[in-house]
Protein backbone atom coordinates (compact mmCIF):
# COMPACT_ATOMS: atom_id res chain seq x y z
CA UNK A 1 0.00 0.00 0.00
CA UNK A 2 1.21 3.70 -0.93
CA UNK A 3 -1.32 5.79 -1.19
CA UNK A 4 -4.45 6.35 1.44
CA UNK A 5 -7.59 5.31 0.10
CA UNK A 6 -9.47 8.22 1.28
CA UNK A 7 -7.16 11.44 0.29
CA UNK A 8 -4.29 10.13 -2.34
CA UNK A 9 -1.60 10.92 0.36
CA UNK A 10 1.11 9.15 1.32
CA UNK A 11 1.22 6.26 3.50
CA UNK A 12 3.86 5.09 6.06
CA UNK A 13 4.53 1.67 7.88
CA UNK A 14 4.37 2.64 11.53
CA UNK A 15 3.35 1.30 14.98
CA UNK A 16 0.36 4.13 15.23
CA UNK A 17 -0.09 5.52 18.99
CA UNK A 18 -2.26 3.38 21.19
CA UNK A 19 -1.72 0.49 18.92
CA UNK A 20 1.37 -2.86 19.26
CA UNK A 21 1.97 -3.69 15.59
CA UNK A 22 2.89 -1.72 12.71
CA UNK A 23 -0.06 -0.71 10.09
CA UNK A 24 -0.09 1.53 7.37
CA UNK A 25 -1.10 5.28 8.11
CA UNK A 26 -1.95 7.83 6.12
CA UNK A 27 0.49 10.71 6.54
CA UNK A 28 -1.49 13.62 5.93
CA UNK A 29 -5.07 12.74 7.44
CA UNK A 30 -4.16 9.61 9.68
CA UNK A 31 -6.02 7.35 8.75
CA UNK A 32 -5.21 3.84 9.91
CA UNK A 33 -5.37 1.49 7.05
CA UNK A 34 -6.23 -2.01 8.67
CA UNK A 35 -5.02 -5.16 6.91
CA UNK A 36 -6.68 -8.39 8.20
CA UNK A 37 -6.24 -12.18 7.51
CA UNK A 38 -7.79 -13.62 5.04
CA UNK A 39 -10.51 -16.61 5.11
CA UNK A 40 -10.50 -19.43 3.08
CA UNK A 41 -13.99 -21.35 3.34
CA UNK A 42 -14.29 -24.77 1.25
CA UNK A 43 -15.86 -28.02 1.00
CA UNK A 44 -15.17 -31.91 1.50
CA UNK A 45 -17.76 -33.12 -0.80
CA UNK A 46 -18.90 -36.61 -0.19
CA UNK A 47 -20.64 -39.50 -2.36
CA UNK A 48 -22.40 -42.25 -1.07
CA UNK A 49 -21.54 -44.64 -4.24
CA UNK A 50 -22.51 -48.44 -3.84
CA UNK A 51 -22.10 -48.48 0.03
CA UNK A 52 -18.57 -46.78 -0.67
CA UNK A 53 -18.49 -43.43 0.32
CA UNK A 54 -16.37 -41.12 -2.04
CA UNK A 55 -14.66 -37.49 -1.91
CA UNK A 56 -14.92 -34.78 -4.80
CA UNK A 57 -11.53 -33.44 -5.56
CA UNK A 58 -10.77 -30.48 -8.44
CA UNK A 59 -7.32 -30.31 -9.96
CA UNK A 60 -5.83 -27.11 -9.85
CA UNK A 61 -5.92 -24.84 -13.06
CA UNK A 62 -4.65 -21.87 -11.53
CA UNK A 63 -1.16 -21.09 -9.24
CA UNK A 64 -0.46 -21.71 -6.69
CA UNK A 65 -0.13 -25.76 -7.33
CA UNK A 66 -1.33 -25.76 -10.64
CA UNK A 67 -1.89 -29.02 -11.86
CA UNK A 68 -2.52 -30.57 -8.56
CA UNK A 69 -5.21 -31.84 -6.74
CA UNK A 70 -7.48 -29.72 -3.82
CA UNK A 71 -10.89 -29.84 -2.15
CA UNK A 72 -12.85 -27.03 -3.22
CA UNK A 73 -12.51 -23.54 -1.61
CA UNK A 74 -11.53 -20.52 -2.06
CA UNK A 75 -11.11 -16.54 -0.41
CA UNK A 76 -14.06 -15.47 1.52
CA UNK A 77 -16.72 -12.78 -0.11
CA UNK A 78 -18.16 -9.53 1.85
CA UNK A 79 -21.49 -10.26 3.10
CA UNK A 80 -21.16 -13.61 2.88
CA UNK A 81 -21.55 -16.38 5.35
CA UNK A 82 -18.57 -18.94 5.84
CA UNK A 83 -20.90 -21.74 4.62
CA UNK A 84 -22.18 -19.99 1.65
CA UNK A 85 -18.50 -19.58 0.77
CA UNK A 86 -17.80 -22.77 1.16
CA UNK A 87 -20.73 -24.25 -1.02
CA UNK A 88 -20.51 -20.70 -3.65
CA UNK A 89 -16.98 -22.24 -4.09
CA UNK A 90 -18.02 -25.83 -4.86
CA UNK A 91 -20.23 -24.42 -7.46
CA UNK A 92 -17.48 -22.40 -9.05
CA UNK A 93 -14.92 -25.26 -8.87
CA UNK A 94 -16.64 -27.95 -9.53
CA UNK A 95 -20.03 -26.92 -10.67
CA UNK A 96 -21.21 -29.21 -7.82
CA UNK A 97 -24.52 -28.83 -5.79
CA UNK A 98 -24.24 -29.64 -2.48
CA UNK A 99 -25.89 -29.67 1.11
CA UNK A 100 -23.65 -28.63 4.35
CA UNK A 101 -23.63 -31.38 6.68
CA UNK A 102 -21.41 -29.44 9.59
CA UNK A 103 -17.92 -27.71 10.26
CA UNK A 104 -14.97 -30.07 9.94
CA UNK A 105 -11.80 -28.86 10.10
CA UNK A 106 -9.96 -25.37 10.51
CA UNK A 107 -6.57 -24.35 10.15
CA UNK A 108 -4.63 -21.21 11.11
CA UNK A 109 -1.50 -20.22 8.99
CA UNK A 110 -0.33 -17.11 10.43
CA UNK A 111 2.93 -16.51 8.26
CA UNK A 112 0.67 -16.15 5.39
CA UNK A 113 -2.58 -14.51 7.39
CA UNK A 114 -4.78 -17.21 5.92
CA UNK A 115 -7.62 -19.33 7.94
CA UNK A 116 -8.98 -21.73 6.18
CA UNK A 117 -12.75 -23.58 7.20
CA UNK A 118 -14.11 -26.67 5.54
CA UNK A 119 -17.22 -28.02 6.14
CA UNK A 120 -18.49 -31.75 5.58
CA UNK A 121 -21.00 -31.65 2.89
CA UNK A 122 -23.23 -34.06 0.63
CA UNK A 123 -23.32 -34.16 -3.04
CA UNK A 124 -26.83 -33.61 -3.87
CA UNK A 125 -26.06 -35.36 -7.64
CA UNK A 126 -23.02 -36.25 -9.88
CA UNK A 127 -23.92 -33.62 -12.33
CA UNK A 128 -20.17 -32.07 -11.80
CA UNK A 129 -17.84 -30.73 -13.79
CA UNK A 130 -14.51 -28.64 -13.83
CA UNK A 131 -15.16 -25.00 -12.98
CA UNK A 132 -12.60 -22.31 -14.49
CA UNK A 133 -10.28 -22.68 -12.22
CA UNK A 134 -9.82 -26.56 -12.26
CA UNK A 135 -8.47 -28.39 -15.10
CA UNK A 136 -9.98 -32.18 -13.54
CA UNK A 137 -12.75 -32.82 -11.38
CA UNK A 138 -13.34 -36.70 -9.92
CA UNK A 139 -14.68 -38.40 -7.02
CA UNK A 140 -12.02 -40.65 -5.35
CA UNK A 141 -12.39 -43.83 -3.32
CA UNK A 142 -10.00 -43.66 -0.29
CA UNK A 143 -8.10 -46.11 -1.57
CA UNK A 144 -7.64 -43.73 -4.59
CA UNK A 145 -6.67 -40.85 -3.26
CA UNK A 146 -3.74 -39.09 -5.35
CA UNK A 147 -2.22 -38.43 -1.58
CA UNK A 148 1.35 -37.76 -3.67
CA UNK A 149 -0.53 -34.73 -5.72
CA UNK A 150 -2.33 -33.06 -3.03
CA UNK A 151 -2.35 -28.83 -3.39
CA UNK A 152 -1.47 -28.18 0.60
CA UNK A 153 -0.72 -29.56 3.91
CA UNK A 154 -4.97 -28.47 5.03
CA UNK A 155 -6.24 -30.38 2.74
CA UNK A 156 -4.24 -33.94 2.99
CA UNK A 157 -5.04 -33.22 6.70
CA UNK A 158 -8.84 -32.64 6.25
CA UNK A 159 -8.71 -35.87 4.02
CA UNK A 160 -6.86 -37.77 6.60
CA UNK A 161 -9.28 -36.66 9.38
CA UNK A 162 -12.10 -37.54 7.45
CA UNK A 163 -10.65 -41.40 6.71
CA UNK A 164 -10.59 -41.87 10.22
CA UNK A 165 -13.10 -40.38 11.46
CA UNK A 166 -15.41 -42.71 9.06
CA UNK A 167 -14.38 -45.66 10.65
CA UNK A 168 -16.12 -45.23 13.79
CA UNK A 169 -18.19 -42.53 12.39
CA UNK A 170 -17.19 -39.72 14.55
CA UNK A 171 -17.13 -36.68 13.46
CA UNK A 172 -15.56 -33.95 15.51
CA UNK A 173 -14.37 -30.49 14.33
CA UNK A 174 -10.50 -30.32 14.11
CA UNK A 175 -8.44 -26.84 14.61
CA UNK A 176 -4.43 -26.77 13.99
CA UNK A 177 -2.00 -23.99 13.55
CA UNK A 178 0.31 -24.55 11.33
CA UNK A 179 3.31 -22.77 11.33
CA UNK A 180 6.47 -22.35 8.73
CA UNK A 181 9.75 -21.10 9.15
CA UNK A 182 10.94 -18.79 6.85
CA UNK A 183 14.73 -20.14 5.49
CA UNK A 184 17.44 -17.65 5.03
CA UNK A 185 18.21 -16.98 1.43
Keep these: MKFCSDCGSNITHIIPDG ?8 DSCNKIHYQNPRIIAGCLPLYLDSSEEKVLLC ?9 LWTLPAGFLENGE ?5 ALRETREEANANAEIDSLYTVFSLPHISQAYMFFRARLLDLDFSAG ?4 DVQLFAESEIPWDELAFPVITQTLEHYFEDRKVQQFGVYYRDIFFERRPG
Excluded: M, Y
Excluded at 19 to 26: I, K
Excluded at 81 to 85: E, F, I
Design 81 to 85: TVADG
Design 132 to 135: HESL
Design 19 to 26: DNRPRFVC
Design 59 to 67: KRAIDPRKG
